[in-house]
């Protein structure tokens, strides 16, 4: 894993955040039918007066050195959209957003590659981007080859890749420079379980070295394990923000919760009895 010197203040403001997605064919009879019924509180109509998604709705936080945010909520909670527009994918239609500090997204692994260049040419690129000096991409270049395992494959153009393969190189890549902001998904892996293991363990180092880590998952386990704070989002609004056991207790079913406790104490025993 490269490592830059990394000296700049960090931190994440966001100030009443907002996200709308514009639904196109909003005018057509079964949207028109949707909107009369009592599940479409998320649908408007913005200044264009286009029927609008409300992904997102007046979202505050900020985050320094050393916060680590788990987000929690449902399928449809807004948890991604969120993330997305903390990388800068997504443009807020509200509020304001300040990011300073170099931000590594885990959301797309293949975003950003160039299909028709091969994979090392991709890993030269992607050390471009990120202004290296030459000996930084040849540590790069050496690290990513030889973690992807892809030495056959690699002179190769991507756009010769399997999906696999592809998700292989584009992991390597986006976890081999330690971020100063890293903003993770839920997402699975795929490939051997030797490789799945391995990227376990690589992530779990990322996770570590970053100054401020966001990560969503519908893993109670790992946000209790790697996180201090938690956001819990339900259609696209804050329900709570606060240390994450307690937004987890709140958030839970109580027998989630006291199952997880459970997990949590016996792991702990484990330790204990091991040292």
């Known amino acids: 894993m490269v490592s830059l010197d990394l000296s700049r203040m960090v931190s994440i403001v966001a100030r009443g955040l907002s996200i709308d997605f514009p639904l196109y064919h909003g005018e057509s009879r079964s949207l028109k039918k949707v909107m009369l019924s009592a599940a479409t509180s998320r649908l408007a109509r913005d200044q264009k007066q286009r029927v609008v998604v409300k992904a997102v709705r007046d979202v505050s936080f900020a985050l320094k050195a050393g916060d680590r945010l788990g987000l929690v909520g449902e399928n449809g909670a807004g948890k991604t959209t969120l993330l997305r527009a903390l990388a800068g994918i997504y443009e807020p239609v509200g509020g304001t957003l300040s990011v300073h500090g170099q931000l590594t997204a885990l959301l797309d692994l293949n975003q950003g590659m160039n299909t028709d ?5 991709n890993i030269r690129l992607f050390a471009l981007y990120k202004k290296l000096s030459r000996p930084e991409t040849a540590r790069l270049e050496e690290d990513v080859v030889q973690f992807c395992e892809l030495e056959q494959f690699i002179n190769l153009p991507v756009r010769t890749f399997s999906s696999g393969m592809m998700l292989r190189l584009g ?9 100063e902001i890293l903003v993770m998904d839920e997402w699975l892996l795929a490939g051997d379980a030797a490789f799945v293991e391995k990227a376990r363990h690589r992530i779990e180092s990322v996770a570590r070295r970053a100054d ?13 394990k790697w996180t201090n704070r938690a956001i819990w989002l339900n259609r696209g609004c804050m329900v709570a923000d606060g240390p994450t056991e307690e937004v987890l207790r709140a958030y ?24």
């Open 212 to 224: 401020i880590l966001i990560v969503s998952s519908h893993s109670a386990g790992v946000i209790k």
């Open 117 to 121: 260049l091969t994979g090392r040419e």
């Open 171 to 179: 992991f390597a890549l986006a976890t081999a420079i330690r971020p």
């Open 252 to 275: 839970l079913p109580s027998a989630e919760w006291e199952e997880l406790k459970r997990a949590e104490m016996e792991s702990v025993d484990q330790i204990l009895c091991a040292s």
